[in-house]
């Protein structure tokens, strides 16, 4: 069974993007040589699975940011990869049934959906300084569940970024 | 003119309470002998101000939680006051201009009024270890505030308690 993980930005109200899906927001807490442990993250994990909405954002990037791992978009509408994306229409649980290893779960459609399914192993979620009064919210109706805190730091640009282990997975 | 202060509890997806006010996800955090600043933070305000939901669930407490403070109940339904508390009708400005000292701005509906309205200077927010799925929100529509983080702790239950400064006001 593989284990998923989330590692996402929220502001201090719980929206991982504007209305529009607009980011900049994020530059607040921008700092020369501080990726918030993304990069070391990122190197940590086997594969990538995000929704549509993540996609669409990621596939128009210049450089596609999913590089050097297995990348998988839920979707029921598959496209032309990019570069060697796959497309799922099945369940989060028929999905991880194919995979191995740390899956990093991206999206707020996505994420809402492997916590409601209990598939969810550890959140990272860093608080950017700002509360944005509207936007696409991380948590979308997911259900109930207790957490256990694994980790929280406070760094000089004011993020806040918590680690917390889905407590009925201990 | 006073300074408004949030002293909150919310889960991690940032409800207040259950979708009927239930609040037994707190008992998470109880432990002897710790209230996580509470009582220092009541000791400091002069005044409370809340909104008509969040007085009529403290009304019907068997002890009054406000005793020694003046309260002030944001409302356009006075009522009979159990203690010593005012109704109010206007709005948070026309209230601030008759306060003075260290107010505390409680309960969803008048948080987000007072934040809309500018007039928030510092807000301490404590997660509770639990993603709920659904509950009254703490943020309603308040526009977008950027913060400055003035302090983050993390306690052994698995608290996380962030204070922010709304940084317009510095």
């Given amino acids: 069974m593989p284990t998923c993980l989330v590692f996402i930005a929220t502001s201090v109200d719980g929206f991982i993007a504007r209305p529009d899906g607009g980011l900049d927001w994020l530059k607040r807490v921008e700092r020369d040589g501080e990726d918030y442990g993304f990069q070391k993250f990122f190197d940590s994990i086997d594969t ?24 998988v978009v839920m979707t029921h509408r598959p496209t032309t990869p990019r570069v060697n994306e796959e497309f799922f229409a099945g369940t989060p649980a028929e999905l991880l049934s194919t995979l191995e290893g740390r899956v990093y779960v991206d999206g707020g459609n996505v994420i809402s959906q492997f916590l409601a399914t209990g598939l969810i192993e550890q959140m990272t979620i860093s608080q950017i300084p700002i509360v944005l009064g509207e936007g696409l919210p991380l948590f979308k109706a997911p259900g109930e569940h207790p957490l256990t805190l694994v980790e929280s730091r406070a760094f000089p640009s004011g993020l806040v970024q918590t680690t917390w282990r889905l407590t009925a997975r201990t």
């Fill in 48 to 71: 990538i699975v995000i929704g549509r909405g993540t996609y669409d954002v990621t596939r128009a990037f210049e450089t596609w940011p999913y590089l050097g791992k297995r990348c």
